[in-house]
């Protein structure tokens, strides 16, 4: 899940902001959290990690250009987007803060929609650079990349890991708490059995995949595929538009 804040003390514009980007968010396939702070100490003495903050920099007592420095130092990963209604302060932040973007009130919907969609790719690459961690029977830790893993398997009351150079298998865990915690990085349930990772899918034949694919879930792994693909094919095209334009 994507955690993304808003933090503006101008109750309008903050309500503003949001609406645009749960509209954003609603036409995406993307499960995300957006919470909204008042302030920049609000929003510094809380402990939680955000991959995209919206950030105002005129804002009284601690503005947005002291939060975001406070918010690099505890979680450097963050994107900052500041947002002001004066250019030459947009100036400070992109050199001080090294901010991912900036926006100039009134936020014009079609200049945060473009910056999010740059935005959300850099965070959902980083997510599959992600590793997650889960315990052998005997309590031994294993560390995978998400982007390595092919599928779980449940099978005789045990979990199995099936990686790219590797199969782990007596892995403690419930397969439906799995896909709960593998779900954000684009593993779904395609059988009661098999948790699979949809960005190592290379086709669906009739009803199965690299491993049994129920009837029910059929049309929505399909679904799923379908839109990690087009993301895939999304990627490849801007990166061949940057190589050249650069």
């Known amino acids: 899940m994507i955690q993304m804040a808003v ?11 949001c609406n645009l980007i749960q509209t954003y968010m609603c036409g995406t396939d993307m499960e995300y959290e ?29 503005d947005g250009i002291q939060a975001g420095a406070e918010i690099k130092r505890k979680n450097p990963d963050t994107l900052i987007i ?5 250019d030459d302060q947009i100036s400070v932040a992109v050199n001080r803060i090294h901010s991912y973007g900036y926006l100039v009130k009134p936020v014009n919907r079609e200049e945060l929609y473009l910056l999010m969609e740059d935005a959300l790719e850099c965070v959902m690459e980083r997510i599959k650079e992600t590793k997650v961690v889960f315990h052998r029977e005997d309590g031994k830790p294993i560390a995978l990349a998400v982007k ?3 599928y779980f398997e449940y099978n005789s009351r045990r979990v199995k890991i099936v990686t790219t150079d590797k199969v782990f298998d007596r892995v403690k865990g419930k397969i439906g708490e799995i896909a709960e915690q593998m779900r954000p990085y684009g593993f779904v349930f395609s059988h009661q059995s ?13 009803r199965f995949l690299a491993v049994y694919l129920a ?3 059929a049309a929505m792994v399909r679904r799923k595929m379908i839109e990690v693909l087009k993301e ?3 990627e490849g095209g801007k990166m061949g538009r940057r190589r050249r334009n650069g």
């Not at 919470?35 to 995209?52: A, Y």
Request: charged residues 35%; proline residues 0%; hydrophobic residues 35%.
């Open 232 to 234: 895939a094919v999304d």
């Open 215 to 217: 009837q029910k879930r």
């Open 82 to 86: 500041y947002i002001s209604n004066l």
């Open 194 to 206: 098999f948790v699979v990772n949809l960005h190592h899918v290379d086709r669906i034949k009739d």
């Open 148 to 150: 390595d893993i092919y």
């Open 34 to 62: 957006l919470t909204e702070f008042e302030s920049g100490e609000q929003l510094v003495e809380q402990d939680r990690e955000f991959q995209l903050l919206f950030l105002d920099i005129l804002m009284s007592q601690k």
């Open 7 to 17: 933090c503006d003390d101008e109750k309008e514009d903050r309500g503003r902001l």
